[in-house]
């Protein structure tokens, strides 16, 4: 981040701050599209990121909703139904019903069980309104269908008035850096989409994959994202059925954009060790892949110095009251004192979303999106929340 936004978000803004970054993520998905065969599509997990939803309509073809809040959400930012790809193990008749009636089934819905594609078929009649579905197919747990499911419900849908088929959803985890899974998972998808045509005679029209793309986190992490999306993009071309792909992307689009700036509000030593405390936490940063510090995280202090290994080592922990809220160890700091700021980089996806956030009844950190001009916009400023977990309605 340039050295004078960030001098200027600190004498803004109250810390922590989640901040977003316009130019590195619009030059992140400008990367991807370059990287990916030109005619695959890319969908935001909205889960990754809501907040930038509304940034990133010109960027993306398609938005992946997997709740009625975030649903609420890309309605609230007016962004185009026809981009919904409305989603999620768990759709309850009364967030189906709101976007039936406000058009916000233009898109794509997911079907993960026959009582979804029930309820989807119903309401589509009632509200005589035409649908586009796409089972999911599951990965071995909880989410999606098998496969003699989804032929049995495609076989349903040519028969049905409001119903057309859109093609297959597929996810199966994040974080994937494993390309042998990949050209596993896109071949045993390859056979069933055959097996889709070969016993119901319906081409599957496209299929929407979500492939995990990994981000780097860690400090001495070795990833050759080109490479890796390369040969992805060669296992793409690969595959026999030349049908439309939509990539269904959270992290591998948002997490580069963000930084969490967390200020030092005590030092103290202990037993020999130094500590400092930070007014974030682990409430406030999911790195996957990371439990007790044991991986050090990218990060930048301000004001900015040169540490060596001569200098002391810092044990640096979060506000909770838990020996668990540790996020880093061991870090040499030269003349580290209260008030100093960690920046806590690649925190664009999910750490602000998968966090803790009510345990200690701590405020939720504010939220700032630079633009690519430089200038500031507060997007939420800190939230107390402790009115949340004091169960009557406070004044
Ligand atoms: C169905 C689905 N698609 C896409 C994603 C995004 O995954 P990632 O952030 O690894 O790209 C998820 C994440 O849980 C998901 O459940």
Redesign the pocket.
């Known amino acids: 981040m340039d050295q004078k936004v960030i001098q200027y978000l600190l004498d803004t803004y109250k810390l922590p701050l989640y901040v977003f970054e316009e130019s590195v993520l619009r030059e992140r998905v400008r990367c991807l599209r370059k990287k990916l065969p030109a005619e695959c599509g890319l969908c935001f997990?909205v889960?990754?990121n809501p907040f930038l939803g509304e940034f990133l309509n010109d960027d993306v073809d398609r938005f992946?909703i997997?709740s009625p809040g975030e649903m609420y959400i890309c309605e609230s930012m007016s962004l185009p139904a026809e981009k919904y790809v409305l989603?999620g193990v768990n759709k309850d008749e009364e967030s189906m019903r709101h976007a039936f009636e406000r058009g916000l089934c233009a898109g794509i819905l997911t079907v993960e069980s026959l009582s979804q594609f029930e309820l989807i078929r119903t309401l589509a009649g009632e509200y005589h309104t035409e649908v586009r579905i796409m089972p999911r197919l599951t990965s071995g747990n909880q989410f999606g269908m098998e496969e003699d499911e989804i032929i049995g419900i495609v076989r349903e849908i040519s028969s049905e008035e409001y119903l057309s088929f859109a093609g297959v959803?597929f996810?199966s985890g994040?974080?994937k850096t494993s390309l042998k899974k990949h050209r596993r998972e896109l071949l045993m998808l390859d056979d069933f989409i055959d097996r889709i045509l070969e016993e119901t005679g319906v081409s599957t029209p496209e299929l929407e994959y979500?492939p995990?793309?990994p981000a780097v986190y860690f400090e001495g992490e070795e990833f050759d994202e080109e490479a890796y999306l390369d040969e992805f993009s060669d296992l793409l071309c690969s595959m026999r059925n030349h049908i439309p792909v939509m990539l269904?992307?959270?992290?591998?689009i948002a997490a580069s954009c963000g930084s969490l700036m967390s200020r030092v509000a005590d030092v103290k030593c202990n037993h020999n060790n130094n500590y400092a405390i930070l007014d974030s936490g682990i409430h406030h940063l999911a790195y996957y892949g990371q439990f007790m510090a044991m991986k050090r995280p990218i990060l930048e202090l301000w004001p900015q110095r040169q540490s060596g290994n001569s200098d002391p080592e810092w044990t640096l922990c979060g506000s909770l009251c838990t020996v668990n809220d540790l996020l880093v160890k061991k870090l040499p700091v030269h003349d580290l004192k209260k008030g100093d700021v960690v920046i806590f980089h690649n925190t664009g996806?999910y750490s602000m979303t998968e966090g803790i956030s009510l345990f200690l009844s701590r405020d939720l950190p504010s939220v700032v999106w630079v633009k690519e001009s430089g200038e500031t916009k507060l997007l939420r400023d800190s939230l107390p929340t402790w009115k949340m977990n004091y169960g009557r309605i406070a004044d």
Do not use: M, V
């Not at 269904?248 to 591998?252: A, F, N, P, S, V």
């Open positions: 997990a889960k990754a992946e997997c989603s959803q996810f994040t974080q979500g995990g793309f269904e992307l959270g992290r591998g996806a």
